[in-house]
Nanobody
Framework: QVQLVESGGGWEQPGSSLKLSCAVS????????IAWFRQAPGKEREGVSC????????YYSDSVKGRFVVSADDASNTVYLEMGSLKPEDTAVYYC???????????????????????????WGQGIQVTVSS
């Protein structure tokens, strides 16, 4: 049984940092692209960042580039999202998701549309709230 469990969410002030974890079980990270999505109240879910552990490749949305860092730990089968310089507009429910990808280079080297296409991701976590407010 595949499970993705997010943790580390909470409330932070603008300008601070927060680190989310996505504990993955039932699959091996190397065979998957793991992404972070988020959904703010009244808005559609959007892709934030993703990683291919086997390639060591990452990708970020323009809204978080330079502030967020995604990483993967094969030993613990966990993916992290380190969020820095937090802004109120980062307030959302954050989800991690997994897509089995046999040729991840094609996702990261070609057109980037598949990286944040929700329909490409078979497995999802339950989501965790992040609130940025003073």
């Amino acid at each position: 049984q595949v499970q993705l469990v997010e943790s580390g969410g909470g409330w932070e002030q603008p300008g601070s940092s927060l680190k989310l974890s996505c504990a993955v079980s039932g699959i091996v990270l190397d065979g998957y692209v793991i992404a972070w999505f988020r959904q703010a109240p009244g808005k559609e879910r959007e892709g934030v960042s993703c990683i291919s552990a086997i390639l060591g490749r990452t990708y970020y949305s323009d809204s978080v580039k330079g502030r967020f860092v995604v990483s993967a730990d094969d030993a613990s089968n966990t993916v992290y999202l380190e969020m820095g310089s937090l802004k109120p507009e980062d307030t959302a429910v954050y989800y991690c998701a997994a897509a089995q990808v046999h040729y991840p280079a094609g996702w990261f080297d070609g057109p980037k549309g598949r990286l944040f296409d929700e329909f490409e991701y078979e497995y999802w976590g339950q989501g965790i709230q992040v609130t940025v407010s003073s």
